[in-house]
């Protein structure tokens, strides 16, 4: 009976990698309105220990619910609004702004970690690109997968709602997008990322954040909701306080509540990267003629011949992949039998994707 089986020299395998993208569009019905009033939504966690607010596509009791981001607030320790008398949580700001900052941004040649920066030079001591005062939006793997894809023209986009409730918009709204996204800057040690520009019907675009791809992180500047940004509209404001003044005098949760408040929609697409490893399992015309089933023999003589002189067949189910040590590591199933004769070569792809 001849040998089941056959060794896979290097050119019988391939590696390949897919990418498939899957689209996410989050309206702000979802991150406020949706499951209870303003301040007292079933779908968004506080904590006790106050560093940050989870925000669920459900109320978060329930067990279907799935965790879509977390949003949190950083102030550096040279911030401007360090010394306001109201500042509250400063300890919990400086520590968040610094724990983040050396993970998306790192460390300069002195061990000093970098300062997050709209021009995406980080260490540069261009005083006014430096971001002091800034809100985390930190999306979940789930939605993110492996990472935001990058796309022309902008792959993230984020629409802020100049509002008191988003049941009732105002006209004015800023959008923040990666519009040169397919140009990423690499000189984060968390990945890829890109400059947010802030743009609305009376204002240009001007840089106002970052976004991480790998990481699934937004930074967004105090300063998206300056007067001058937002149109020269004071709609942005919380009450009588800018939103710099409440990212200092207000607890993180507040200012989580408020930047929440205002998403409009926030749109982009994930990407799943698919590793595959391929195997070319050849079947030649004088290989794999017989059926290594012991049933394929009755007596010796081989069941599926009438005649001595009829070329032998077998049926061809199943792929097996064995390691060096003739271990069985993977089997592949057809999804029909095979018929196989000496008359017939084959050449079957196998693909494990990882």
Same mark, same amino acid.
């Given at each position: 009976m001849a040998t089941s089986f056959k060794t896979l020299l290097s050119g019988d395998i391939k590696q390949h990698g897919t990418k498939l993208h899957e689209a996410i569009p989050l309206t702000g019905t979802i991150l406020s309105g949706t499951y209870g009033?303003?301040?007292?939504?079933?779908?968004?966690?506080?904590? !006790?220990? *106050?560093?940050?607010?989870?925000?669920? =596509?459900?109320?978060?009791?329930?067990?279907?619910?799935?965790?879509?981001?977390?949003?949190?607030?950083?102030? %550096?320790?040279?911030?401007?609004?360090s010394g306001s008398a109201n500042y509250v949580q400063t300890t919990q700001k400086n520590d968040i702004y610094n724990e @983040?900052?050396? @993970?998306?941004? *790192?460390?300069?040649?002195?061990?000093?970690?970098?300062?997050? =920066?709209?021009?995406?030079?980080?260490?540069?001591?261009?005083?006014?690109?430096? @971001?002091?005062?800034v809100v985390f939006v930190n999306f979940a793997r789930l939605l993110t997968k =492996?990472?935001?894809?990058? $796309?022309?023209?902008?792959?993230?986009?984020?629409?802020l709602n100049a509002a008191t409730t988003f049941a009732t918009p105002s006209t004015t709204q800023v959008t923040l997008q990666d519009t040169n996204a397919t140009n990423a800057l690499e000189n984060s040690p968390a990945g890829q990322f890109?400059?947010?520009?802030?743009? !609305?019907?009376?204002?240009?675009?001007?840089?106002?954040?970052?976004?991480?791809?790998? %990481? *699934? /992180?937004?930074?967004? !500047?105090?300063?998206?909701?300056?007067?001058? /940004?937002?149109g020269g509209n004071s709609e942005m404001?919380?009450?009588?306080?800018? @939103?710099?003044?409440?990212?200092?005098?207000? %607890? /993180?949760?507040? !200012?989580?509540?408020?930047?929440r408040h205002r998403f409009h929609n926030v749109g982009f697409n994930n990407t799943t990267e698919l590793n595959s490893t391929i195997y070319m399992c050849r079947?030649?015309?004088?290989?794999?003629?017989?059926s290594s089933n012991p049933t394929y023999l009755s007596s010796s003589q081989i069941r599926v011949k009438n005649v001595s002189t009829d070329n032998p067949v077998s049926y061809i189910t199943t792929v097996g992949l064995y390691g060096a040590n003739n271990e069985l590591l993977a089997v592949g199933k057809?999804? $029909?039998?095979?018929?196989?004769?000496? %008359?017939?070569?084959?050449?079957?792809?196998?693909?494990l994707d990882y």
């Open positions: 009033a303003f301040g007292a939504e079933t779908n968004v966690k506080n904590y !006790s220990h *106050g560093m940050f607010q989870s925000v669920y =596509d459900y109320p978060y009791l329930s067990s279907s619910a799935n965790h879509i981001l977390d949003i949190t607030v950083g102030v %550096a320790a040279d911030s401007g609004l @983040m900052a050396q @993970m998306l941004c *790192g460390y300069d040649a002195t061990g000093s970690i970098h300062q997050f =920066d709209v021009s995406g030079a980080f260490g540069s001591n261009v005083a006014t690109d430096k @971001m002091k005062d =492996d990472e935001i894809q990058k $796309e022309t023209g902008g792959g993230f986009t984020l629409v890109n400059v947010l520009y802030a743009s !609305s019907p009376s204002v240009s675009a001007t840089a106002c954040g970052l976004v991480f791809y790998q %990481a *699934g /992180i937004a930074v967004i !500047s105090s300063s998206v909701f300056q007067t001058t /940004i937002a404001n919380v009450g009588t306080d800018t @939103m710099p003044q409440l990212l200092v005098s207000g %607890a /993180i949760s507040s !200012s989580a509540d408020a930047l079947a030649g015309a004088s290989e794999f003629n017989y057809l999804s $029909e039998p095979l018929k196989k004769t000496p %008359a017939d070569e084959f050449v079957l792809r196998v693909r």
